[in-house]
């Protein structure tokens, strides 16, 4: 991408923001047939024990993990923006990169505001991250070089944009997460044009060894997402017994969904630069069941 590309993009942000307080309906408030989040994202739908849940319990369900879908998804985006308030100090100010990252900045603590908004509004008590989950996102944050954290970044959007058009798409979705995901995607879809761009300078320029790890940092950022969605204390929030039995088939089950419906613009987007070779073709498979 040229700066020419870049400077439209810039431009776009400052003269349309979409504003989280004026551009979602706030105001509304679910209607009885409303669903949180689409069916065939939930853990559980697939397995018999959906099939005995109450019409209430599925939409708690639906309720539950998108809560915790927003939540990651914040907390992700604001490990994004420690590292770029860290690598625009890199940066020349008057460099079109740090022109876009501030504009990209501005936007995503929007989009935090606007997270923290709608789980309020879903009365939500998202459950926090594991101790695994707090390291590695620290301990990525700090010592992985600026391209590395690119990679992880557009991955971890790719899933999010995945989310929101299956969540966009339903036709009883509640309109306030509607357009909540109406309004990342459109300017997700500016952060991912430019990072992808980014990414391509960077992929050109790597060797077989860079190629191999920046597949690794890809799978295990969609590792880390993945796993903090299905929880067991969900299961318990909406009245089902044996929750551990749950969680284990759930969680299963999930894996197998994920690989199948969420996966493929990413797998392409790995494609693009040889990501995958006989290093890492096979951990693909095995961690996150990806049919590659």
Request: glycine residues 4%.
């Amino acid at each position: 991408m040229n700066a020419k590309e870049i400077e439209r993009l810039i431009k776009i942000s400052r003269e349309r923001p979409l504003m989280p307080e004026t551009y979602i309906p706030w105001q509304l408030e679910p209607e009885a047939n409303d669903i949180f989040l689409p069916e065939t994202l939930t853990s559980l739908e697939g397995l018999d024990v959906y099939h005995t849940l109450s019409p209430q319990q599925k939409t708690e369900l639906g309720r539950h993990e998108l809560v915790q879908v927003i939540a990651s998804y914040g907390w992700g985006e604001l490990l994004f923006c420690l590292f770029m308030t860290r690598h625009m100090l890199t940066l020349p100010p008057d460099s079109v990169e740090h022109q876009f990252l501030i504009r990209e900045m501005i936007e995503e603590l929007r989009h935090q505001e606007m997270f923290a908004q709608a789980i309020t509004k879903l009365d939500g008590k998202p459950l926090p991250q594991s101790k695994l989950h707090r390291f590695f996102g620290h301990f990525s944050n700090k010592y992985l070089p600026a391209d590395y954290l690119f990679m992880g970044s557009v991955s971890v959007e790719l899933v999010t944009d995945v989310y929101g058009n299956y969540a966009r798409k339903a036709d009883n979705i509640y309109p306030v997460i509607k357009k909540m995901f109406d309004l990342h995607n459109i300017e997700e879809g500016r952060h991912i044009l430019f990072t992808k761009s980014l990414l391509k300078e960077y992929s050109a320029k790597a060797g077989f060894v860079k190629r191999t790890l920046y597949s690794y940092v890809i799978l295990f950022n969609i590792l880390f997402i993945r796993t903090m969605y299905v929880k067991r204390e969900i299961y318990q929030r909406i009245g089902l017994e044996n929750p551990d039995e749950v969680y284990k088939a759930a969680s299963k089950n999930f894996k197998q969904k994920f690989a199948e419906r969420c996966l493929d613009d990413i797998i392409a987007f790995v494609h693009e630069w040889r990501g995958f070779n006989r290093l890492t073709r096979f951990a693909w498979r095995w961690v996150l069941g990806a049919k590659i």
